[in-house]
């Protein structure tokens, strides 16, 4: 059976905090337990609207609301723990991001990040961007016209005086930047095949293309990558996204362990 990989994720944080996988899985396919059931993978760990009408979220406003369906609403009855919605945001993402980049350059503050790949359908980067806006950065922006990051983000920006360029060019700022955000570029995200197949390979990173960044800069993605970084970047000193995905292990760990009580 095909298993979605966020389930996989959930699973293994459950695992580690003392839920065997049988009892994991059990609670899976309770029709009751909240989570979302695919045809093509029979359980997922997602929050849907079923779920979201079974922790007590009004109707009307699941009826009136597509994307950020809590957003500006405080009647569910129990914690709702956002995996990523859509387009929209990715805080649980965010979290881990900003822990991997502490750790990576020893602080959050007054860094340049450069993000690039699909900045307008990619929720990481929407989350991302905001929350490192109260740590002085400076961002670069890379991505072709059709894939640019969305007004109302670059407006949050402006209004907290965040310096921001955007470009077309991966090789404009890689020799600059302390962290390389790289994302994938998403088919299901758009109207049509026909539009993503003009974008779907526009940046592709290389290890050929590394000999000039700071000795500090270290390769992010959220996963899992398509053509965007190439395998040879794996074996770099700058690569780190591995490592980024076993931090997520662990933040998320820690976001359910609060959530449960402990402190």
């Known amino acids: 059976m095909e298993q979605h990989r966020v389930v996989i994720t959930g699973m293994g944080i459950y695992s ?16 009751k337990s909240g989570v979302f059931m695919p045809e093509q993978a029979k359980y997922a760990y997602c929050a849907t609207r079923d779920a979201l009408r079974d922790a007590g979220i009004d109707q009307d406003y699941l009826n009136t609301h597509e994307v950020g369906l809590l957003y500006g609403n405080d009647s569910s009855t129990v914690p709702v723990v956002n995996a990523g919605d859509g387009s929209n945001q990715h ?10 980049i502490r750790q990576t350059q020893g602080r959050l503050d007054n860094l340049k990040i450069n993000m690039v790949g699909d900045l307008k359908y990619g929720r990481t980067v929407h989350s991302l961007s905001e929350a490192m806006s109260d740590f002085s950065p400076k961002y670069v922006f890379t991505a072709p016209d059709d894939l640019k990051m969305p007004s109302k983000y670059l407006k949050y920006l402006d209004s907290k005086h965040i310096s921001y360029e955007e470009t077309a060019s991966l090789e404009e700022h890689l020799n600059d930047c302390d962290i390389l955000y790289m994302t994938r570029v998403q088919q299901e995200r ?16 290389h290890a050929s293309m590394l000999s000039g960044v700071k000795p500090n800069m270290k390769i992010l993605h959220p ?3 398509v053509t965007e970084i190439s395998t040879d970047v794996d074996d770099t000193p700058y690569a780190y996204y ?14 359910i362990s609060y959530l449960l009580g402990y402190r």
């Open 223 to 225: 996963l899992p990558r």
């Open 16 to 31: 580690c905090l003392g839920t065997t996988l049988d009892e994991v899985r059990d609670s899976l396919y309770n029709g």
């Open 91 to 100: 805080p649980t993402q965010t979290l881990l991001d900003m822990y991997t």
């Open 242 to 255: 591995f490592q980024q995905a076993r931090n997520g292990m662990y933040v998320r760990m820690a976001v």
């Open 190 to 205: 758009f109207p049509s095949k026909e539009d993503y197949d003009k974008v779907k390979d526009v940046y592709e990173l």
